[in-house]
């Protein structure tokens, strides 16, 4: 029962995210930036501030931010779903395991770049901006 009121909210959410971007005119992303992270993960607790300076950084731009978690039963769930929602099956699959920053163009649903914690923010900004 619970595991259907996450599904049923997740999708009232989708469906309504949709339609504010239809009425506001918001633009879709150029880009994804899909960080897979759990909690007990040392790479994903190093990489968390470059994930958020990113966000800062590129504020305005058309990136997608989003944070896949895997720390329990319930959040790998609903970033299964999530991933599945955004059309990222495939990019989930061929990438298994934490720690890490997938960039992925929304269109064609391919992962451009991987990220890890030995990449700099000025690095994955530089890289992140080449591809808009």
């Keep these: 029962m619970k595991n259907s009121m996450l599904s ?31 909690d007990w993960c040392g790479s994903c607790k190093a990489m968390g501030p470059v994930f958020e ?3 800062n950084k590129l504020d305005g731009k058309p990136v997608l931010f989003y944070k896949l978690d895997f720390t329990n039963n319930t959040t790998k769930h609903q970033s299964v779903m ?17 720690g890490f920053i997938l960039l992925i163009d929304p269109k064609s649903k391919k992962v451009l770049q991987k990220f890890t914690k030995d990449d700099g923010l000025k ?10």
Aim: glycine fraction near 6%.
């Design 123 to 132: 690095s994955i900004a530089g890289k992140i901006n080449g591809y808009l």
């Design 8 to 38: 049923i909210l997740m999708v009232v959410t989708w469906s309504m995210f949709n339609s504010a971007i239809a009425q506001e005119n918001i633009s879709q992303p150029k880009l994804i930036a899909l960080k897979f992270h759990a």
């Design 82 to 98: 999530m991933a599945s929602a955004l059309g990222l099956d495939e990019a989930l699959k061929e990438n298994q395991g934490t």
């Design 53 to 55: 300076d990113l966000s």
